[in-house]
């Protein structure tokens, strides 16, 4: 297939085609992903995730920027690292949401062409959008980035969704939010391996940092104090333990640190065996997905369209529970 | 059964325990469910949502009491509600995430036997909670409460599917929670019946009710110059347009406004015919669901474990992409 040879060989605008054609689900697309998917399996994926106002997308802007210039670390000479950003938030100034006012300088990323930056498209249902998301990245990791950052924004089964097909997943977080802000840690803890408080410059900053190393603290004693949680410990050599980084995005503060983590975190991964568990993890995952999938579709090629629309009208008149009928259509005895 | 007859009876430990079942996605729950399904539709479901920091659990709870002692409307001699809370925000006080300080006097709620509040557990995939959710808020209906109010954090999947089982949504913010928060609203006011500013009484307030006020502003005029839009528009008697509200929950302002909004809002949907419209795009969607579901399930009992695992192997090492080893698996070509 020629698109593809064309992808791998680094042909840019043959990469935006094969996306759009992704997103909008095009046999010719997803024909595509399965010639490029043993091509994949190289690039470190990113997650980058917190609430809106803690500034996501100047420190997804910084952190390439960084990675071309620097690479991972400093203290080596790490070669620049080719990025794709992937923006999955409305609220994103690459996904084009923030109409009321784009604060960003986005053509310091612009022009570079070790950069490639795809938003997607805003939609009703997020579910599509995280599915679509999946296998633009599985281009993007063919197509030989050796960094791909994730950009959603905080809460909620995105979120979650985006997670699971990250290596690293970096929680934003930024002082002044509000009082309850803190509560949502707890969930959002299960899910970061590192942590950032961005504009530390801004009053409260320190008492954003202590909150959140508390909460980890907190966190650390109960894994402790859970038997199973020590033995499981004990078996992986080390355990990561999620820094928590002050940053200050716009005036690149920071960011340095913020990269030297994200490797660490990815030695880590590799040193302790997690990588190939969370590969694993995300894989099963993905594929019950496209099952489930796959399976409704084929049920409802193999039957009259009235079938359903009839269960439905059952369903609304209250003569049957939703999952009652559901269970008869399955069985093939409606009515 | 008889835990039926004690729910529909209004007994409060037969309904705990129910909840608890259908939570824990027990057969005898579900069984039950079929059986309570007749008697559902007929409770007012407003979805109450918002990102943290907008004091969402106060204005739920001050609309709950408001709704005990002065019902619906204070021009009319409007009887009081009875009131379920369903908490499916792991920030809320309800759902008991908010360890670092609960400022919200719960006892004013508790102790009132007209008022019944549900959190759920907070899991690691919201999925399933919004499945639960569904699940339990057909419960309470069927138990015969007159509202029922489900709160849920702003922004992800599950704000759209908490909207998608709601009648009324009503979109929580506040003065102050950043920059670029303005931009989500984008997203958010697509699902908005209602828009609240709450702690209005705060500095910014009047700012951040303008900027609402001039995205739906814009929003209506996209409205008026899509002529599909128009058209439709001109088909439904009346066109609904979402009220922004200030409120100061803590002290109990704007609560009755809040309340009448929600009132005018039921109203409009009833004479529209949109409340059938939404009835029966929710019941699709959830029917649509548990065929997903239920195939799913019913595939994997037909066959040995090993062979999704053998296909999940073959990805793993790259031979196979996700979709073409699914598309094999429901084929029954493995290997």
Known sequence: MESVERVLKGDRLAL?????????????????????????????????TGAPGTGKSSLVNRLALHLRQNGWSEQTDSEAESVAIVA????????????????????????????????????????????????????????GFAVILIETVGA????????????????????GL?????????????????????KADLPGAENTLRALQLVLELAGTAQRTNPDAKAENAASKTVWQPPVLPTVAIQGDGIAELAQAIHN???????????????RARVRNEMEDLLRQQLMAGFLAHQPESTFEDALAMVLAKKKAPRQAVRELIEGRNG
């Open 156 to 175: 909620g089964q995105a979120e979650v969704d985006i997670a699971r097909m990250a290596h690293t997943v970096v929680v934003v977080d930024a002082p």
């Open 88 to 143: 999955v938030d409305p609220s994103s100034p690459f996904s084009g949401g923030a109409f009321l006012g784009d604060r960003i300088r986005m053509r310091d990323l612009y022009g570079d062409p070790g950069i490639f930056i795809r938003s997607m498209a805003s939609r009703g249902a997020l579910g599509g959008l995280a599915r679509a998301t999946v296998d633009m990245v599985e281009v993007l990791d063919a197509a």
């Open 16 to 48: 935006a085609r094969l996306l759009t054609q992704i997103e909008n689900e095009e046999p010719s697309g997803l024909e595509a992903l399965s010639t490029l998917y043993p091509h994949t399996g190289r690039a470190h994926r990113i997650g980058i």
């Open 265 to 279: 975190h990815r030695e880590h991964l590799d040193l302790s065996g997690e990588y190939a568990v969370r590969e």
């Open 178 to 198: 509000g009082d309850d802000v803190q509560a949502i840690k707890a969930g959002i803890l299960e899910i970061a391996d590192i942590l950032v408080v961005n």
